[in-house]
Nanobody, 114 residues
Framework: QVQLMESGGGLVQPGGSLRLSCAGS????????MAWYRQALGKQRELVAS???????NYADSVKGRFTISRDNAKNTVYLQMNSLKPEDTAVYYC????????WGQGTQVTVSS
């Protein structure tokens, strides 16, 4: 049974930074293209960033240049460093494979507000 556990969210002022973490059990991250998604209130879940097994990264245009996805295969963990946060980044953030095929975790709430 795959379990994904996101953490690191919180309340931050515009322009601030947060680092999200995603730990997994029942899945070996180094064999998977992993991704971060987010879902704002009343909106569909969207893919924010992905990282291939070889470390190639891709980002949604809305976060390019501000967010950085990385992975630590030894810890079976994926990270999302978020800088220059904007109110429109407010959402629940989730990790999953790039195909989204695993059970979704609870996510971690990120709120950007002054």
């Amino acid at each position: 049974q795959v379990q994904l556990m996101e953490s690191g969210g919180g309340l931050v002022q515009p322009g601030g930074s947060l680092r999200l973490s995603c730990a997994g059990s029942g899945i070996i991250f180094r064999f998977s293209v992993m991704a971060w998604y987010r879902q704002a209130l009343g909106k569909q879940r969207e893919l924010v960033a992905s990282i291939s097994t070889g470390g190639i990264t891709n980002y949604a245009d809305s976060v390019k240049g501000r967010f950085t996805i990385s992975r630590d295969n030894a810890k079976n963990t994926v990270y999302l460093q978020m800088n220059s946060l904007k109110p429109e980044d407010t959402a629940v953030y989730y990790c999953n494979s790039a195909s989204g095929r695993h059970p979704w975790g609870q996510g971690t709430q990120v709120t950007v507000s002054s």
